[in-house]
């Protein structure tokens, strides 16, 4: 007997979208949609192309317009620092799509989980690379409201020197790839462990919410657990706007950061956003200064 075994073929590999990106290959699955390989018709340059849909509780309309505004936001900013995004659209009548650069490297989530937690001086040109691209948005009137390690990727630039690319902007959690599972507020578990205080109560927030996000972040990368390791759901919000993050140094990974890098992450850790650095230029100077 002859047993048949069909291949799925992906319909998106090679058809052009709006005639300038021709799709190669698959790059990640996710729930609501991929990313892609793509080239540029016009110069052959690596493009990459994110497929999303709708989510279960939206609207397509409310969908359509929260990503078209995603697409307007991420493209107003130009730093090098800040992922390049080219346009967005309808791929068919069921998908939008993102073009943006391509980037090779790796995401910081998951640099963290295959490495352990980075040393000082790794954390502080992070700190610095992100911080540049905060300061850069922020001049905009831009905050990004959805920072987090999967949305910090590390790269390199054209002389081969590390370069960190933020990514996301304008995105506050409508497309993402690495949902980790939702909580009973319907926002993913993962990302709620780098919400400021003030966006998980409904106040207004500025760019001082993105300097909680960053002091999570280096919290994490430092010291290899979160703020609040033990709190799961609803307790991580709970968490973030009521209980303060024992000492960085407390955790073993950490023991020999120097005090003023650990003043600098418990700083941006502050509940309220008037203790915490006023900009991300600070941050900048700040930590250009310590890496010397």
């Known amino acids: 007997m002859i047993h048949r075994v069909t291949t799925a073929i992906d319909p998106w590999l090679g058809r052009v979208l709006v005639g300038r990106y021709r799709i190669l290959q698959k790059a990640a699955d996710g729930r609501r949609g991929a990313l892609y390989r793509a080239e540029h018709t016009d110069d052959g340059r690596r493009i990459a192309l994110k497929l999303v849909l709708p989510s279960a509780h939206q609207t397509r309309a409310a969908f359509e317009t929260r990503f078209v505004r995603e697409v307007e936001v991420a493209r107003s900013l130009s730093d090098r620092n800040t992922l390049a995004v080219l346009e967005g659209g309808h791929a068919d009548d069921r998908y939008m799509f993102m073009a943006s650069e391509w980037l090779s490297g790796i ?5 963290l989980q295959q490495r352990g937690p980075l040393n000082t001086r790794q954390a502080l040109f992070l700190a610095n690379q992100v911080a540049r691209s905060l300061a850069n948005a922020h001049r905009s009137k831009v905050v ?25 902007y304008g995105r506050v959690r409508i497309s993402s790839f690495n949902d980790e599972g939702f909580s009973q507020f319907n926002m993913p578990e993962g990302w709620a462990r780098y919400l400021a205080p003030e966006q998980i109560t409904g106040e207004e927030f500025d760019g001082r919410a993105d300097i909680y996000a960053l002091g999570s972040i280096l919290y994490r990368a430092l010291s290899g657990v979160f703020p609040f ?11 973030q706007v ?9 955790h073993v990974a950490a023991r020999q950061v120097p005090d003023a890098v650990e003043a600098l992450v418990m700083r941006c850790l502050e509940k309220s956003p008037n203790e915490r650095y006023a900009s991300a230029d600070e941050l900048v100077e700040l930590t250009e200064r310590l890496a010397r």
């Open 229 to 239: 390791p033990d709190a799961t759901g609803i307790g991580i919000l709970m968490s």
């Open 107 to 111: 995401d910081l989530e998951r640099m």
């Open 144 to 168: 990004h409201g959805d920072l987090a390690p999967d949305g910090l990727f590390v790269t390199r630039d054209s002389r081969g020197l590390s370069l960190v690319k933020v990514m996301d």
């Open 242 to 250: 009521n209980d303060q993050a024992p000492p960085l140094k407390s």
